[in-house]
């Protein structure tokens, strides 16, 4: 059985028994289908945390290297284990809707777009440029962040190479190692690797039909030492599709503002909603960073955000822009500043928040209440499971009928079980007939329970 060495005294134990065991599978010594030892004996043979062992067990299963299967345990897959084969949109009979790109046709506007900027005098692209970004290029932010409902000038805003990169600056602005960040109960997965790279602790806050909730918040703050922000997504959540009136907005606000810990404002999907409240950058400027990136609302290879850090902690969030790339890359904010300036990044925008809205309407039709809610716009949707199910089952079973999602598991913060849910997103679908045969595999699922879907074409 696999016994990995690991130093119970490094710092990143997490990171250290994850990089065992994909050199331990890329070396042989961990072969096709071994099995792993559990959670609880490997946590005992190596002395780490159960929690620190699921999180990897997790992230592996994740990056295709081991299968979990209910009942049975965990094994050794590797890329050529097909439950874990990628998914080839094109080509393969499964339809892959685990991660969140929804589509968009920009190959003529990008052809377009580098045909003009070589036709010019684009010299001053091949130079250092200011950490914080162009001048020029941040007042095509300005324009960017006017539609997200925050007012600002172009002084104000430093981009970031995408809205993860946003994260690592903002966080690092913040926190420190041994730090804590409060963060919703199911979260965007990507923060978790930042805080463990910075050693930051991540502590759920639990969440209701309007968002956070404020007791839990209240609580938490009041038990817990070196909470230094709120991670949180008001506007259609990641991965919930939970959606924060503004009077809660207020009440987050003023629980943070009086315990005196900055928000992080990701609100990546705000503009796919029609109904926006005033961003909590509106209501607490002097302790929200507000995060708006291009890869949901254009395309997910743009990678550009615009960031609007607190005044007092703008020469800090700069720095840090330094310290872990220097600046966004020249051509990248090139093509993102022309195309907000000729309207392209806006008629993008409205043509996928039209498919979303068509998409939803067609999963409302075949799967409807109560599993997904009427009324949304988003690209994707949560469903709660029934109680005779578990994520894992359901993800497996699912991968069965040829259809891929995500469960609860891929957004928790903590191995401790929450009520079972799995996303769906209805963007990652090549074209609506392809989503629909999809969709109409998930509805009979949730209908006839586990093992009564199988066989499904």
Request: glycine share 6%; net charge negative.
């Amino acid at each position: 059985m696999w016994k990995p060495n690991v130093n119970i005294h490094t710092a990143h134990k997490a990171t250290t028994l994850m990089d065992i065991l994909k050199k331990d599978i890329q070396s042989g010594r961990l072969v096709l289908g071994e099995r792993l030892p559990t959670q609880q004996n490997l946590a005992e043979s190596t002395g780490i945390a159960k929690s620190t062992v699921a999180r990897v067990y997790q992230e592996a299963h994740a990056e295709s290297l081991i299968k979990t299967i209910v009942g049975r345990g965990s094994f050794v897959a590797g890329k050529s284990d097909p439950f874990f084969q990628a998914v080839d949109l094109q080509a393969d009979e499964t339809l892959d809707l685990r991660l969140d790109y929804p589509i968009a046709e920009l190959g003529i506007s990008l052809s377009e777009t580098l045909i003009q900027i070589a036709e010019e005098d684009c010299c001053h692209l091949l130079t250092y440029q200011e950490h914080a970004g162009r001048l020029e290029c941040r007042e095509a932010g300005v324009r960017w962040l006017a539609l997200n409902d925050v007012t600002c000038s172009a002084e104000d805003i430093v981009m970031t190479s995408g809205a993860q990169h946003a994260l690592t600056v903002c966080l690092s602005s913040v926190a420190k190692s041994g730090d804590s960040v409060v963060v919703e109960e199911l979260t965007y997965p990507g923060i978790r690797e930042t805080a463990e790279m910075l050693g930051i602790n991540l502590i759920p806050v639990t969440m209701d039909d309007n968002g956070i909730n404020p007791d839990s918040l209240t609580e938490i703050l009041f038990a817990h030492r070196n909470i230094k922000a709120l991670y949180s997504s008001p506007t259609i959540q990641n991965p919930t599709t939970i959606f924060t009136p503004e009077y809660r907005r207020i009440e987050i606000g003023d629980i943070c503002h009086k315990h005196g810990i900055f928000i992080i404002e990701d609100d990546i999907h705000r503009l796919f909603s029609d109904e926006r409240p005033a961003p909590y950058v509106n209501l607490l400027p002097e302790l929200t960073f507000f995060i708006a990136g291009l890869s949901k609302a254009v395309c997910g290879g743009l990678r550009v955000a615009y960031v609007v850090p607190p005044a007092a902690l703008f020469k800090t969030v700069k720095r840090r822009i330094l310290a872990t790339h220097w600046t966004l890359p020249p051509l990248m904010a090139e093509i993102a500043t022309r195309w907000i300036n000729d309207g392209t990044a806006m008629t993008t925008l409205s043509t996928k928040k039209t498919e979303a809205e068509i998409r939803h309407r067609l999963a409302y039709k075949i799967i409807g209440a109560p599993f997904i809610k009427e009324k949304a716009a988003s690209s994707y949707v949560w469903i709660d499971l029934p109680s005779e199910w578990t994520a894992e089952i359901f993800i497996n079973e699912a991968f069965e009928n040829r259809v891929a999602v995500l469960g609860d598991g891929s957004f928790r913060v903590t191995p401790e079980a929450l009520k079972p849910g799995i996303r769906l997103c209805l963007g990652a679908a090549p074209d609506r007939q392809r989503l629909e045969t999809g969709l109409i595999k998930i509805a009979a699922m949730l209908k006839d329970g586990p093992g009564g879907s199988f066989g499904i074409i």
